[in-house]
């Protein structure tokens, strides 16, 4: 067993290496490539021809058994023809009382027993002779009595050909399904046919014949007419998709004769078609074999050949294997004294052992660079990531010279350093060339970064630039104590502001934050940066707010709200009336744009209007949750920028939504009225009915009841009392013997009224229409 181990470890070892891998295959070639070449010749060549050979006398041999069945039937055909011309079957018959003259009716009935017992595909023969009462000997005298019977035997007698082939259904063998048969008109020598001789093929004689088209026990023969309907097919086994496949590929060839291969539940066929002149038309045979079935004398000596050539192939893999371990085993000590520990796990044995041991050491330096090179590209995300987590407070317990320590071990210079904060935000989206895009926001916001760092390398050493991905960007900005950053920080906002209108068209508002010198007050940078920006115009132009010098003196604010047009606003939402709805929050708008337009006071304006609806909505019965399916509209609303998105917003995510949910509770409570009130008509038609009366059984008013009726059962009110009066009218006048009088009161008529709305309504009187019905 340890033997075992040991070589199998060897071999291992031997064939990552590629010396060892070049003498195994060069050894191996040798021994095996004049086997593989005389193997592959002998099957490619020889079985090959072979294989071709036996196709080939397969179809020749479809061919001649065609050409077979063709002649037998051609017999066939000529034999009808011959009995046709027969002067038995001329005008004579027309005047032969069969009952009387018993002889001449057996003699035809001989005739007709010898015309069946002619050929063995004949399973019937029938002569037909269409008088006035139509008579069938089949071979016995029959007279005709069935009209299905003698529309059949007339329609063959009618046809233009004197003689044709059909596939019919017989009406008195309807249990058997459709036949093959073969008519002829008499008399055969002049026109108008007075009778047909018809011969029905046996069905089993035809498959037998059939089948030596396929001669193997697998395979499909079909025959076609010259409409390309199936006659006969010989498929025993076989799904009807195969053979409806099978035709469909035969018809697509557009030739009259060939053949194919057809591959079909992983079984490849050979298909052979031709054409059969019928005196009537052209038909079309289709006969299909399974491949394996016509070079089966081969397989035994093809398989024999691959296991012979297999064979000697392993044969030559084993030998060659122990071989060319005897002759790598001096090289492999050899390479065992120069590799020894971690060195020989980290061997690339596709290379040559002799530059093993350079490839190594050049191996190491080449992975620490690398490496180095992996962490430069993502010192970025590494600072990005460390100044969010100090925005979000994760970082509040640590020290001062902690943060500074961590910092400066992702790339910061500290000493002697201010920082200050820069937020960049993209507005006037809705109006913009990027309307449409609202919701993609972040792809957006991926641009205007791009464009910040390519900016904010020229002015400034060291920079940050954070993505909050909401149409706003963060600067961060590390400066030396005694620079004046005031000239660098305008050009530089100036020369992004005009970046982003050039290539987003959009607007920019940009908040410059105060300079601070500790490490610990950075998160108060993004908390002032978010409340100055609120002082923003809120309009669509390009702004900057510096916190440097901005007055935040709360007092120059008063408090103005349009109470009046807040509840304009509802008043319009319970009237579900969308335009002027849309309207009103415009005017809404506008009046707090009266107080100032800045942010600071739009947005909780705003705000405090959606509270009011969403109140408004919870008095109705619907819950938000129901409505938002769970959003955090109030969070929505509060990160729009712009006057016309929000205006947009309410009613595209609130007001519209709202209204269609209540539009639709408000129609199935009128499908619930209108269904009382037909339920109660149903009832009481008998007795005096109005719109104002059935109001008061459903609860609601006439005129809407009536708008309600017309709009869910598409009929007007009296039209439906009508109609229904009418059919329980009608259903009296036919079913019973009462007086039309007493008919007019169980309806809910008087008498001379009842006439005159039966006639309007039906066309006929009521006593009319009874006679009409019962003479039916």
Same mark, same amino acid.
């Given at each position: 067993?340890?033997?075992?181990?040991?070589?199998?470890?060897?071999?291992?070892?031997?064939?990552?290496?590629?010396?060892?891998?070049?003498?195994?295959?060069?050894?191996?070639?040798?021994?095996?490539?004049?086997?593989?070449?005389?193997?592959?010749?002998?099957?490619?060549?020889?079985?090959?021809?072979?294989?071709?050979?036996?196709?080939?006398?397969?179809?020749?041999?479809?061919?001649?058994?065609?050409?077979?069945?063709?002649?037998?039937?051609?017999?066939?055909?000529?034999?009808?023809?011959?009995?046709?011309?027969?002067?038995?079957?001329?005008?004579?018959?027309?005047?032969?009382?069969?009952?009387?003259?018993?002889?001449?009716?057996? !003699?035809?009935? /001989?005739? $007709?027993?010898? +015309?069946?017992?002619?050929? @063995?595909?004949?399973?019937? =023969?029938?002569?037909? %002779? #269409?008088?006035?009462?139509?008579?069938?000997?089949?071979?016995?005298?029959?007279?005709?009595?069935?009209?299905?019977?003698?529309?059949?035997?007339?329609?063959?007698?009618?046809?233009?050909?004197?003689?044709?082939?059909?596939?019919?259904?017989?009406?008195?063998?309807?249990?058997?399904?459709?036949?093959?048969?073969?008519?002829?008109?008499?008399?055969?020598?002049?026109?108008?046919?007075?009778?047909?001789?018809?011969?029905?093929? !046996?069905?089993? /004689?035809? $498959?037998?014949? +059939?089948?030596?088209?396929? @001669?193997?026990?697998?395979? =499909?023969?079909?025959? %076609? #007419?010259?409409?390309?309907?199936?006659?006969?097919?010989?498929?025993?086994?076989?799904?009807?998709?195969?053979?409806?496949?099978?035709?469909?590929?035969?018809?697509?060839?557009?030739?009259?004769?060939?053949?194919?291969?057809?591959?079909?539940?992983?079984?490849?066929?050979?298909?052979?078609?031709?054409?059969?002149?019928?005196?009537?038309?052209?038909?079309?045979?289709?006969?299909?074999?399974?491949?394996?079935?016509?070079?089966?004398?081969?397989?035994?000596?093809?398989?024999?050949?691959?296991?012979?050539?297999?064979?000697?192939?392993?044969?030559?893999?084993?030998?060659?294997?122990?071989?060319?371990?005897?002759?790598?085993?001096?090289?492999?000590?050899?390479?065992?004294?120069?590799?020894?520990?971690?060195?020989?796990?980290?061997?690339?044995?596709?290379?040559?052992?002799?530059?093993?041991?350079?490839?190594?050491?050049?191996?190491?330096?080449?992975?620490?660079?690398?490496?180095?090179?992996?962490?430069?590209?993502?010192?970025?995300?590494?600072?990005?990531?460390?100044?969010?987590?100090?925005?979000?407070?994760?970082?509040?317990?640590?020290?001062?010279?902690?943060?500074?320590?961590?910092?400066?071990?992702?790339?910061?210079?500290?000493?002697?350093?201010?920082?200050?904060?820069?937020?960049?935000?993209?507005?006037?989206?809705?109006?913009?060339?990027?309307?449409?895009?609202?919701?993609?926001?972040?792809?957006?916001?991926?641009?205007?970064?791009?464009?910040?760092?390519?900016?904010?390398?020229?002015?400034?050493?060291?920079?940050?630039?954070?993505?909050?991905?909401?149409?706003?960007?963060?600067?961060?900005?590390?400066?030396?104590?005694?620079?004046?950053?005031?000239?660098?920080?305008?050009?530089?906002?100036?020369?992004?502001?005009?970046?982003?209108?050039?290539?987003?068209?959009?607007?920019?508002?940009?908040?410059?934050?105060?300079?601070?010198?500790?490490?610990?007050?950075?998160?108060?940078?993004?908390?002032?940066?978010?409340?100055?920006?609120?002082?923003?115009?809120?309009?669509?132009?390009?702004?900057?707010?510096?916190?440097?010098?901005?007055?935040?003196?709360?007092?120059?604010?008063?408090?103005?709200?349009?109470?009046?047009?807040?509840?304009?606003?509802?008043?319009?939402?319970?009237?579900?009336?969308?335009?002027?709805?849309?309207?009103?929050?415009?005017?809404?708008?506008?009046?707090?744009?009266?107080?100032?337009?800045?942010?600071?006071?739009?947005?909780?304006?705003?705000?405090?209007?959606?509270?009011?609806?969403?109140?408004?909505?919870?008095?109705?019965?619907?819950?938000?949750?129901?409505?938002?399916?769970?959003?955090?509209?109030?969070?929505?609303?509060?990160?729009?920028?712009?006057?016309?998105?929000?205006?947009?917003?309410?009613?595209?995510?609130?007001?519209?939504?709202?209204?269609?949910?209540?539009?639709?509770?408000?129609?199935?409570?009128?499908?619930?009225?209108?269904?009382?009130?037909?339920?109660?008509?149903?009832?009481?038609?008998?007795?005096?009915?109005?719109?104002?009366?059935?109001?008061?059984?459903?609860?609601?008013?006439?005129?809407?009841?009536?708008?309600?009726?017309?709009?869910?059962?598409?009929?007007?009110?009296?039209?439906?009392?009508?109609?229904?009066?009418?059919?329980?009218?009608?259903?009296?006048?036919?079913?019973?013997?009462?007086?039309?009088?007493?008919?007019?009161?169980?309806?809910?008529?008087?008498?001379?009224?009842?006439?005159?709305?039966?006639?309007?309504?039906?066309?006929?009187?009521?006593?009319?229409?009874?006679?009409?019905?019962?003479?039916?």
């Amino acid at each position: 067993m340890r033997k075992i181990k040991l070589l199998s470890s060897k071999k291992g070892i031997s064939w990552r290496s590629r010396y060892f891998r070049g003498n195994f295959i060069l050894i191996l070639f040798i021994a095996s490539f004049p086997g593989i070449i005389l193997g592959f010749c002998l099957y490619s060549f020889g079985i090959g021809k072979v294989e071709k050979e036996l196709t080939g006398a397969h179809e020749d041999q479809i061919v001649d058994r065609a050409i077979n069945i063709s002649d037998q039937l051609e017999y066939l055909e000529i034999s009808m023809s011959h009995w046709a011309f027969d002067p038995r079957f001329d005008y004579s018959l027309m005047d032969i009382n069969f009952v009387k003259d018993f002889l001449e009716t057996r !003699d035809i009935s /001989k005739k $007709l027993l010898i +015309l069946q017992g002619s050929n @063995p595909l004949i399973d019937k =023969v029938e002569l037909y %002779l #269409d008088h006035e009462q139509p008579l069938l000997f089949n071979p016995n005298y029959n007279i005709i009595q069935e009209q299905k019977e003698k529309l059949f035997y007339h329609s063959i007698v009618e046809t233009t050909q004197s003689i044709q082939w059909n596939r019919l259904q017989k009406p008195s063998d309807e249990n058997d399904g459709a036949q093959l048969i073969l008519s002829h008109h008499i008399p055969g020598v002049s026109r108008p046919a007075f009778g047909a001789i018809i011969l029905t093929i !046996d069905e089993h /004689k035809l $498959l037998q014949l +059939l089948e030596t088209l396929t @001669p193997y026990n697998e395979g =499909v023969t079909i025959l %076609l #007419d010259d409409d390309r309907e199936i006659l006969a097919s010989s498929n025993t086994n076989k799904s009807s998709e195969f053979v409806r496949n099978l035709k469909d590929m035969a018809l697509e060839q557009g030739a009259k004769k060939g053949s194919f291969s057809l591959e079909w539940e992983k079984e490849k066929y050979s298909v052979s078609f031709g054409t059969m002149k019928r005196i009537s038309g052209e038909w079309l045979y289709i006969s299909a074999a399974p491949i394996s079935s016509i070079t089966s004398p081969i397989v035994f000596i093809s398989n024999l050949i691959l296991v012979v050539s297999f064979s000697g192939l392993i044969l030559a893999i084993i030998m060659t294997w122990f071989a060319s371990i005897r002759i790598y085993n001096p090289l492999k000590k050899l390479m065992t004294a120069f590799t020894v520990g971690e060195a020989a796990v980290s061997i690339d044995h596709s290379q040559n052992e002799f530059d093993i041991i350079k490839e190594n050491w050049i191996k190491v330096t080449t992975e620490s660079e690398k490496l180095q090179q992996r962490l430069s590209t993502h010192i970025p995300q590494l600072k990005e990531s460390f100044l969010l987590q100090l925005r979000n407070g994760y970082l509040y317990d640590y020290s001062e010279q902690e943060l500074r320590a961590r910092m400066e071990n992702y790339g910061w210079k500290l000493h002697e350093q201010q920082y200050l904060l820069i937020d960049i935000q993209l507005t006037g989206m809705y109006q913009s060339e990027l309307k449409g895009l609202e919701k993609d926001d972040s792809l957006i916001t991926f641009t205007a970064m791009n464009i910040v760092e390519e900016y904010v390398k020229d002015y400034f050493e060291q920079s940050t630039v954070v993505n909050y991905h909401n149409l706003s960007v963060g600067v961060f900005i590390v400066a030396p104590i005694h620079t004046n950053l005031n000239l660098q920080l305008n050009s530089f906002a100036q020369d992004v502001t005009n970046m982003i209108n050039d290539i987003l068209k959009l607007n920019v508002t940009i908040t410059i934050s105060e300079t601070i010198k500790e490490v610990k007050k950075i998160p108060y940078l993004f908390e002032n940066v978010m409340i100055g920006r609120q002082y923003r115009s809120f309009e669509n132009s390009n702004q900057m707010i510096n916190l440097q010098n901005w007055n935040k003196d709360g007092k120059r604010f008063k408090v103005v709200y349009p109470f009046e047009t807040e509840r304009e606003v509802v008043q319009a939402i319970r009237r579900g009336q969308m335009e002027e709805t849309e309207q009103l929050i415009r005017k809404f708008l506008n009046e707090l744009k009266e107080n100032g337009i800045q942010e600071i006071n739009i947005q909780p304006g705003m705000l405090q209007l959606f509270s009011m609806i969403q109140h408004e909505i919870l008095h109705s019965g619907i819950h938000p949750n129901e409505l938002f399916e769970g959003r955090n509209m109030f969070d929505e609303l509060s990160q729009i920028r712009e006057p016309e998105w929000m205006v947009k917003w309410i009613i595209d995510e609130v007001i519209a939504p709202y209204i269609q949910l209540l539009e639709g509770q408000l129609d199935i409570e009128m499908k619930r009225h209108i269904e009382m009130v037909v339920e109660y008509i149903n009832e009481h038609y008998r007795e005096e009915i109005s719109l104002e009366s059935c109001a008061d059984v459903a609860g609601t008013t006439p005129y809407t009841l009536s708008k309600s009726f017309k709009k869910i059962l598409n009929i007007n009110f009296i039209d439906y009392v009508t109609e229904l009066r009418m059919n329980k009218a009608k259903e009296l006048l036919l079913n019973t013997n009462m007086k039309i009088n007493e008919i007019s009161e169980c309806v809910g008529y008087r008498h001379s009224y009842f006439n005159r709305i039966f006639k309007k309504q039906v066309g006929v009187p009521p006593s009319q229409f009874r006679k009409m019905k019962a003479t039916k």
